[in-house]
């Protein structure tokens, strides 16, 4: 499911009160099995969490409320890109970065998500090699290894075309201003890596920034 303009409009909804799927299926003029299977699908993409019969926003969507929509968009795309990743398992993230490096015809990938925040900063170790390829070279870059469930060392993102980038210590990562959209669009870890960056905290739980603060 992509974030279209329904499940946008439920997100704003939970930032105005508890929600529950009759809620949404009102206001939304959406059938009820739609609302239901909308809000479900929200819940389980991590932008509404639930408490007891009704839903309310997660951190992810708390910080909507103070961006400007051509950041909004930009998040709801990214994470649409990302949810087309395969994730591969080579035996360690650095393995991975290898791999990249060694397999690479050139200028056919380009880091990115935590694995260009710790090129740009060195501030966090990542969890795997975040990586945009083009589609048509995916035939060649999957046999780098397995697929794996969850757990993954290299997470291989699915492009068109590659998104600018530029080099940073000899290894080519998105641009800065995109990382840090990248970072938002996932929180988590990428709070910390945002504050690496020099990054504008979004409004987030305490537990999230107590290590920044």
Do not use: H, N
């Amino acid at each position: 499911m992509g974030i279209d303009e329904s499940s946008l409009f439920i997100i704003w909804l939970s930032l105005r009160g508890p929600l529950t799927p009759s809620r949404a299926s009102t206001e939304a003029s959406l059938p009820k099995t739609t609302a239901y299977r909308k809000v479900k699908e929200l819940e389980d993409r991590g932008w509404l969490r639930r408490e007891g019969k009704t839903y309310l926003p997660t951190d992810r969507a708390e910080i909507l409320s103070g961006m400007e929509a051509r950041d909004m968009l930009g998040i709801f795309y990214i994470e649409k890109l990302f949810e087309r990743a395969v994730r591969l398992q080579t035996g360690s993230w650095r393995r991975s970065m290898g791999l990249l490096k060694e397999r690479s015809r050139g200028g056919d990938y380009v880091l990115c998500y935590e694995t260009a925040a710790y090129i740009r900063t060195g501030f966090q170790t990542p969890s795997a090699a975040f990586a945009y390829v083009r589609d048509s070279d995916m035939e060649r870059w999957v046999p780098l290894g397995r697929r794996a469930s969850k757990l993954a060392d290299l997470v291989l993102i699915p492009v068109k075309d590659l998104p600018a980038s530029e080099f940073v210590s000899g290894w080519p990562v998105v641009t800065e201003e995109r990382l840090k959209l990248e970072l938002i669009t996932w929180l988590g870890r990428g709070v910390l890596d945002l504050a690496a960056l020099g990054g504008k905290i979004p409004a987030v739980s305490e537990e999230m920034t107590d290590v920044v603060y």
